[in-house]
């Protein structure tokens, strides 16, 4: 895209130019001549903002069962009780898995609670959910859980600029020495952290 330079150089008055009703100086353009070429890279992005997030609720035995290869956010379609509810934090993604069926994810065993202060038209805490993602995504997901061992398991629900997200996860289910070698990890790692902050070792 082309545009005017206000540089001082260009103008040919000696003077800083300034944006109009702003007052701030303009800067210098680094190429001569009249018009000089700006890309998108160039161009400042008054769009972009940093996402808002807040944690409603996480899976934390999926991590102990299950060895994580990938990680996905998926939209999740739900009912007017469910999102008061999930707001008021009454979410239990323990049971929680993921079933693809027809080229479409399915959340199952996740409980929402029922949202107290509904007198009707409530919705079933048990209800299976359908899953949002994009046709590229739920292709991946479909070939890899074709391949031996791998499933899809819920690990957080979460508020994303005000809009509810669920983290899934690609995984592999853990053999028990497995988990005990985990549980042994995991114990070691809060004692070092322990020692270091006691000591204040950095």
């Not at 702003?22 to 769009?47: E, L, N, Q, V």
């Not at 080229?103 to 107290?116: C, K, M, N, R, W």
């Not at 859980?145 to 508020?159: A, D, E, N, R």
Request: hydrophobic letters at 30%.
């Amino acid at each position: 895209m082309y545009l005017p330079c206000a540089c001082w150089e260009c103008r040919g008055d000696g003077k800083p130019a300034s944006v109009e009703g702003k007052g701030t100086k303009s800067r210098p353009s680094p190429y001569s001549g009249r018009w000089f070429i700006t890309t998108p890279a160039m161009m400042p992005d008054f769009t972009r903002r940093s996402a808002i997030y807040k944690l409603v609720g996480q899976n934390k035995k999926a991590r102990m069962d299950y060895e994580i290869e990938e990680t996905l956010e998926a939209g999740v379609s739900l009912k007017g009780t469910e999102v008061k509810s999930v707001r008021l934090g009454k979410v239990n993604l323990k049971d929680g898995h993921v079933k693809l069926e027809n080229e479409e994810a399915f959340l199952h065993g996740v409980h929402i609670s029922a949202y107290p202060f509904a007198h009707y038209d409530n919705h079933d805490p048990e209800r299976v959910r359908r899953l949002l993602l994009h046709k590229r995504e739920l292709k991946r997901l479909v070939g890899k859980v074709q391949q031996k061992g791998f499933t899809v398991v819920p690990l957080k629900i979460y508020f994303k600029n005000n809009k509810i997200k669920v983290e899934i996860a690609l995984a592999k289910g853990r053999r028990v020495h497995d988990k005990r070698e985990e549980l042994k990890r995991r114990a070691e790692k809060r004692e070092m952290d322990r020692t270091l902050k006691k000591y204040r070792v950095t």
